[in-house]
């Protein structure tokens, strides 16, 4: 190496010993020389320095990349000595456990056992004798061989651990032969798990065995030469399984049932069909409800709906993959566009056919997670969408071509709804927060141009704290808007005319306008609000200076009567409680020469149809029922949300033992009862807060309810309420009438109740980590209550004779308890247990449908059919599966059905099998009819 105080030496030479420098330093004319050596040197140094350099750093690459992958392949050796002392150690576990296993079984059966007994060289035979009953281990008469004839007996043992009256054995083989049998082994499985051979094993550190029960099988070497011949003995040792891996309990095969461990699976021999959707979307502001020819189309969770108003009878449309959160109808009534929901990608609007549910485009690739509003053109060439995140994005779409015609951005505020001018195709309007845009729209060559305006204001009108959420045009020059406010804001050329301010309290929810094509304005206008009131301006004069006592106006509350709808059904869902209102949250009108109807959708999440022919008399008629999107107490108040879409959910199905009655809870903090072969609701029950699980007793007269624990309810805070039912005789509830509280449960939400099919006790657990037992016939008192869990107990199910429960919690932990609440702490002695019904998502019987790459949360519910032999399961990824049953196999094939929209949380069969319920957080009921294969 190199230094400067070397490079300069040769430049500066310097006597140390001299008191003066040398003089030739100081000889100007070898100076230039001097100074030019000096550079070349530092430059060739120089060189040598960044050679050396990058030889240096290219042989520290080479032995770092050297060391890295020494380092990896002793990773990968380190691995593969842990995994093989891993499987060593599970080895040796097995063996020494089934040793210690096969030695308490024999202890067990001892007086079923003979003992064999080496016979000596003189004697070529072995005497018998039968053992007594152990009286301790190591220490037994019944272990103790008997003396061979004419043998001398040896003398006792003392030595310490060892008993005092077994003889030692000489050698191994003599050990073995010593060593007592059974003369009737077992030679069947199902015989040898009769036999006691049988224990709980834990393999490894919480390890499952491959999936599979691990057999061992000892097999006993013979006497020596003279002994008399006895059977070969084989004891089967049954390992516990912990599948999925994160299950923190053992779950063990039936008896008799082992060898279908890890077969392949089968697709069950039957397949659900869509019958009925009670329920709809209600959220957002956009219409979502609409006349197409001769029936009504909306929309629930991810599935498009059409009903017929005559019959009631529904049909589906499956072209979505998430939830439809908006639709336009066609000019031409017969071809709808609907949109859905993007979290993980672009959303896609289908435009399909009402009649046929045929898709006759799919568009997408534009927007961004969601599309608002939509709206077809005049002559229904072009679809105008409104959709994106922080700026909100217009594009038209030539639909079907699929191509984007034109697209701009209209605002970075939420956009509600939008309409063309059916007097100028030219001109469109946008709603919104804070907004109201014109949209100018001219043709350019084969293109399409827009030219966006704001709405013109006046001083004492500001737009800043409203959201404008429908509009309507009357004429060509004339725009009317609605507010959330309750006004109607009428435009005259894009600038604001006049308002009024209090057109519907509580909130303008829908205009609409009868046009005619052969005619220069419309004929009349109806509004909608949350008021519960409909006005309708028919006289078209009035149409250009709107007043509240020129409208014809009628309560939708007051057209409830006895012969559409009972007053139980209709109490608490259709209108308020305090203000006896019913809040309209979109409207459509449908004007012939023969009549005139409004169907409107209600946030009860209810769909009715109203005939105005007769202004003076009008009818109703519900076509479609639900539970109420908001809680009585928020819309009491006509408190309003963007966010009531996600305020319903129904968290439980349960059915009726006897009747083909479903009964049904959720957010609303309502029972419902359902007649499901009408499609109707029959009864509606409040209960003192939000409602979380259910069940009937074994005749269907008593009815337990599980509530919601937290500041749900002043009422009650959690805990579960019981009632007592009546019916008529098809099996209608009349009446509710309860019976008590479950006051232990009270400040704790209560997941799932369950009665014993004996209908001696009802059980109750949930987030207080136990199950309670509560005696039915001393008045619901608590007879019994579990410990062991570490988390909220989540599912629960009796045994067939109501001795033993099965409980699933969050955890996740699969444990038994019997009827008095102690645990059960060897499972393995109960796995031939018959269960009167299977809800728990954990168990032998149900390992198939879990796979490696799901947690605890991805299953929700599940249900065995009353036959036995299929069964139901509601995921968090908004389906419902169907598997043959039982799955004693990873991942059992199955049929997968989509509509819900929202993770499914219930789900139900039938008492005749022939029918499948499931509910999610979408806020719809489904109902499937189950068809069997021939």
């Known amino acids: 190496s190199y230094s400067f105080c070397t490079l300069l030496a040769p430049a500066m030479p310097y006597d140390v010993d001299a008191a003066e420098p040398h003089p030739e330093v100081y000889r100007t004319d070898d100076v230039g020389e001097e100074v030019g050596d000096v550079y070349a040197l530092f430059e060739s140094l120089n060189g040598e320095l960044l050679r050396q350099k990058i030889m240096f750093e290219s042989e520290l690459r080479r032995q770092r990349e050297a060391m890295g992958a020494r380092i990896t392949k002793l990773e990968g050796e380190l691995e593969q000595r842990e995994a093989d002392c ?46 007594r009953s152990p009286a301790s281990r190591g220490n037994s008469p019944s272990m103790r061989p008997s003396s061979p004839r004419g043998a001398q007996p040896q003398p006792r043992s003392s030595t310490k651990g060892r008993s005092s009256s077994v003889p030692r054995p000489s050698s191994p083989e003599s050990r073995r032969s ?131 108003p005559e019959s009631k009878k529904q049909d589906f449309c499956f072209h979505h993959s998430s ?59 072009y679809l105008a969408t409104v959709g994106g995140t922080q700026h909100l994005t217009l594009a038209i779409y030539k639909w079907e071509s699929k191509e984007v015609a034109a697209h701009c951005r209209v605002s970075s505020d939420a956009v509600y709804g939008m309409a063309y001018n059916p007097f100028n195709p030219r001109v469109m309007v946008i709603v919104g927060k804070r907004l109201v845009k014109f949209v100018e729209i001219n043709r350019v060559s084969t293109k399409l141009s827009l030219k966006v305006r704001s709405g013109a204001t006046v001083k004492d009108y500001n737009l800043a704290d409203q959201r404008v959420v429908c509009a309507a045009f009357t004429n060509a020059d004339t725009t009317l808007t609605g507010t959330d406010s309750g006004a109607i ?3 005259k050329n894009e600038a604001l005319s006049y308002h009024i301010p209090s057109a519907h309290a509580g909130g303008v ?45 009628f309560d939708i509350a007051s057209l409830v009567t006895d012969s559409n709808v009972s007053e139980q059904c209709m109490s608490e869902t259709l209108r308020l409680v305090t203000t006896g209102k019913s809040p309209v949250r979109s409207m459509d009108v449908r004007a012939t020469e023969e009549s005139t109807k409004l169907v409107c959708i209600l946030f009860s999440n209810q769909i009715i149809e109203i005939d105005i022919t007769k202004l003076e008399c009008p009818t109703l008629e519900i076509l479609l029922q639900g539970h109420s999107a908001l809680p009585t107490s928020s819309l009491q108040t006509n408190e ?105 449960s009270v400040g704790e939400s209560v997941f799932c109740v ?74 393995i002695q109960i796995r031939s247990q018959a269960w009167g019904r299977w809800t728990c998502a954990y168990g032998w019987h149900v390992q198939g449908i879990w796979d490696e790459q799901m947690t605890p949360s991805s299953v929700n519910a599940v249900d065995r059919c009353p036959e036995g032999d299929l069964c139901v399961v509601g995921d968090s990824t908004s389906n419902v599966n169907l598997y043959a049953f039982p799955l004693p196999v990873q991942q059992a094939s199955h049929k997968k059905y989509r509509g819900h929209s929202q993770p499914v949380v219930s789900v139900a069969f039938s008492p005749s099998s022939s029918t499948v319920f499931s509910s999610g957080a979408d806020g719809c009921i489904f109902q499937w009819t189950l068809v069997r294969s021939v």
């Open 509 to 553: 929810s829908s205009i609409k306008a009868i046009v005619n094509r052969s005619d220069s304005a419309a004929t009349a206008l109806y509004s909608c609000g949350r008021d519960g009131l409909v006005r309708c301006w028919t006289d078209s004069s009035t149409l250009d200076s709107l007043a509240i006592d020129d409208a014809v106006s």
């Open 178 to 308: 010593r060593t007592p049998v059974r003369k009737d082994a077992p030679t069947t499985a199902a015989d040898r798990m009769g036999s006691g051979f049988t224990r709980h094993l834990k393999i490894g550190n919480n390890k499952k065995v491959n999936g599979a029960v691990p057999v061992i099988t000892t097999k006993r070497a013979p006497a020596h030469k003279g002994a008399t011949a006895v059977k070969e003995v084989t004891a089967d040792y049954i390992a516990g399984i912990r599948y999925p891996s994160f299950l923190q309990s053992s779950i063990f095969p039936p008896e008799g049932m082992e060898e279908l461990q890890g077969r392949p699976s089968q697709l069950p021999n039957a397949k659900l069909e869509l019958q009925h959707i009670y329920g709809c979307s209600v959220g957002g502001y956009n219409d979502n409800v609409c006349y197409s020819d001769n029936k009504v189309v909306t929309y629930g969770a991810s599935v498009g709906l059409t009903i017929d």
């Open 640 to 744: 309003h949300s963007e966010d009531v879409a996600f305020f319903n959910v129904v968290n439980k199905v349960a059915t009726h033992p006897r009747h083909p009655i479903l009964a049904t809870t959720g957010s609303d903090s309502t029972v419902r009862f359902w007649d499901t072969v009408n499609n109707e609701q029959c009864y509606v029950l409040q209960i003192p807060g939000k409602g979380l699980s259910l069940d009937f007793s074994v005749d269907g007269n008593i009815l337990a309810v599980g509530l919601e624990g937290g500041n749900n309810s002043k009422a009650m805070k959690g805990g579960g309420v019981v009632f007592s039912l009546s019916s008529t005789a098809a099996g209608k509830v009349t009446a509710c009438k309860m019976i008590c509280k479950l006051e232990e």
């Open 323 to 381: 939830e439809v959160v908006s639709m336009a109808m066609h000019p031409s009534l017969k071809i709808v566009a609907t949109a859905q929901q993007g979290f993980r990608g672009d959303p896609s609007i289908s435009v399909w056919d009402v009649g046929s549910k045929q898709c006759r485009a799919t568009l997408k690739d534009f927007h961004e997670e969601n599309v608002s509003c939509m709206a077809f053109s005049v002559d229904g060439m």
């Open 86 to 131: 891993k499987s060593l150690q599970n080895s040796v576990t097995i063996l020494g456990r089934s040793l210690d296993a096969i030695t308490e079984a024999l202890e067990r059966v001892a007086p079923n056992l003979s003992t064999v007994t080496a016979p000596t060289p003189a004697s070529n035979t072995a005497s018998v004798k039968r053992g």
């Open 489 to 491: 804001l009428i435009w």
């Open 754 to 827: 369950r009665f014993d099919p004996l209908s001696k006790r009802l059980a109750a657990g949930g987030g207080h980590n136990r199950v309670d037992i509560y005696d039915m016939a001393q008045g619901y008192k608590r007879v019994g209550a579990t410990k062991g869990h570490n988390s909220e107990v989540l599912h629960m199910d009796w045994s067939a004779d109501g001795s033993v429960i099965q409980t699933d919690d969050g955890t996740p932990e699969h444990l038994y308890f019997a009827k008095d609440g102690s645990r059960v702490t060897r499972p």
